[in-house]
């Protein structure tokens, strides 16, 4: 770390990043308060919203501050229609997509855990969820998002042709195997890899390389394969057979929104996404939920923080090296939940259906109660 005191960007985004944000900092500033956690902290404008008040995704200059925070605490972008009023010169150059290629942030580190008081809130029996402690390592600055050519082209007899290119290199293959194979060792020693070796070229180079890497530096570490059809159907038939699941940008991205039902509820995914170390050992890290802009909720008070509230967690672990009091947040949200307060994402009969807002205050509740 740059200095004692870690310097936060928080972009709260679109539809329901606001609202998510709002609370999680609330969280930020209760440990400010009662954790001795001193953060500079500052909230900028990014996305659809800033775009449609300023023309820009982004203020001129925030990329490269991005670049240099300890941490960026990041809510969602996105709107509705988005794609066909924003220039795509614009989308592709100050998007999301823009901010996590510039950060060199291609380690996305999605842990799904099966919290034992949301059992009934998923829509996956109990007794299959019962236990589940995965993480889904998502490769996220190449693959299908990124690869060259892609486009629309319009052909001579006027019909349209759509192209994206699903590439990798073998040093982006490894870079990420290596996250899920040090990420194992901590954990339970299994990685699965996930790919379509069976008709993907690319799936075919990207399975090798795992095998190598795996024999050449990770002998101690169980490695099995599965093709995405199948992994697809493994993670709902039997999710406790995983402990880290590394794939692709564009199939962590699915698996991980299906994954999610074994928690719950989309809304309760948090994720950091990490660069290499630079030479003083810090990675750039982006934390943000899994989910999107929810324009269908947006406004109403039902979003459920606790996917930004855990990933700020995950910033306070592996940003700020305060594993201690990533645990007690953890352990504050399984708290909240089990006192039977619930966003309607995670209801169940006999729950009290609360607000984004009383949703984080159950969770402060917590957090108070348990260092009382
Ligand atoms: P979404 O993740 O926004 O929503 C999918 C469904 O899950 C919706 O029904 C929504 O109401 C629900 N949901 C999501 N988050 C929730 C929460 N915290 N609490 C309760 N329910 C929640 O995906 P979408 O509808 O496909 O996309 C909407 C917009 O978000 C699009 O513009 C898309 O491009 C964008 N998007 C952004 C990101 C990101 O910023 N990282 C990720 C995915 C999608």
Redesign the pocket.
Known sequence: MKNSRPNMIVLP?????PE?IRETVRIVEWFARHRRFDCEMREEQF??QSWYKTGRFMREGLMEELMEADVVL???????G??RAIPNEIRRGQG?LAVRKSMAVYANIRPVKAFAPLAKASPLRADLTEGVDMVVVRELTGGMYFGEPRGVETLPDGEKRGVNTHVYTTPEVRRIGRVAFELARKRRGQVTSVDKANVMESGMMWREEMEALQAKEFPDIKLNHLYVDNAAMQIVRNPRQFDVLVTDNLFG?ILS?EASTIAG????LPSASLSDPDEDGRRRGLY??????????AGQG???????ILSFGMALELALDRKDDAKLLEDAVIAAVASGHR????AEPGSTIVS?TAMADAVIAELDRMTR
């Open positions: 985004g679109d539809g329901i990043g998510v996305g659809v990041f809510g969602a972008m996105g709107g509705d988005e794609h999301l991205d929104d509820s989309l809304g309760m943000e939920p899994i989910h999107g802009s929810a324009p269908d909720i039902k979003a459920n923080p606790i996917a930004t966003t309607p994402d995670i984004t």
